[in-house]
């Protein structure tokens, strides 16, 4: 499967964005999908992740509250609303798929999903 990671941009403190994440090649449906992002000079780290059919979702604490991830399977599509950011949340921000059975636990560990897209930069700045 293909993503296309796009929505990123430009938003002052407090603002928002809806990152999507649209894939080709196979259905999305047969994958978890997560969020993550790599700052300057950090490593890449977890941001959320959706199960395959959307009914359960996991977070990074430092987003709980703030970010909500969603898919929308007949569009093959999956979003990231950020909302409340923080100059803190810039970064390049990356959506992959794991390719999971449905019963199976959501991964927080990059080294598990399968598939990324090309990543779509988020700036948070006054």
């Known amino acids: 499967v293909q993503l296309q990671a796009s929505g990123g941009g430009q938003v002052q403190p407090g603002g928002s964005l809806r990152l999507s994440c649209a894939a080709s090649?196979?259905?999305?449906?047969?994958?978890?999908v997560g969020w993550f992002r790599q700052a300057p000079g950090k490593e890449r780290e977890f941001v959320a992740a959706?199960?395959?059919?959307?009914?359960?979702?996991v977070y990074a604490d430092s987003v709980k509250g703030r970010f909500a991830i969603s898919r929308d399977n007949a569009k093959n599509t999956a979003y990231l609303q950020m909302n409340s950011l923080k100059p803190e949340d810039t970064a390049v921000y990356y959506c992959?798929?794991?390719?999971?059975?449905?019963?199976?636990?959501?991964?927080?560990?990059?080294?598990?999903?399968?598939?990324w897209g090309q990543g779509t930069q988020v700036t948070v700045s006054s």
């Open positions: 959706v199960s395959r059919g959307g009914g359960s979702t």
């Open positions: 090649g196979r259905t999305l449906s047969n994958y978890a």
């Open positions: 992959a798929a794991d390719r999971i059975i449905m019963t199976a636990p959501l991964n927080n560990d990059p080294e598990s999903y399968d598939y």
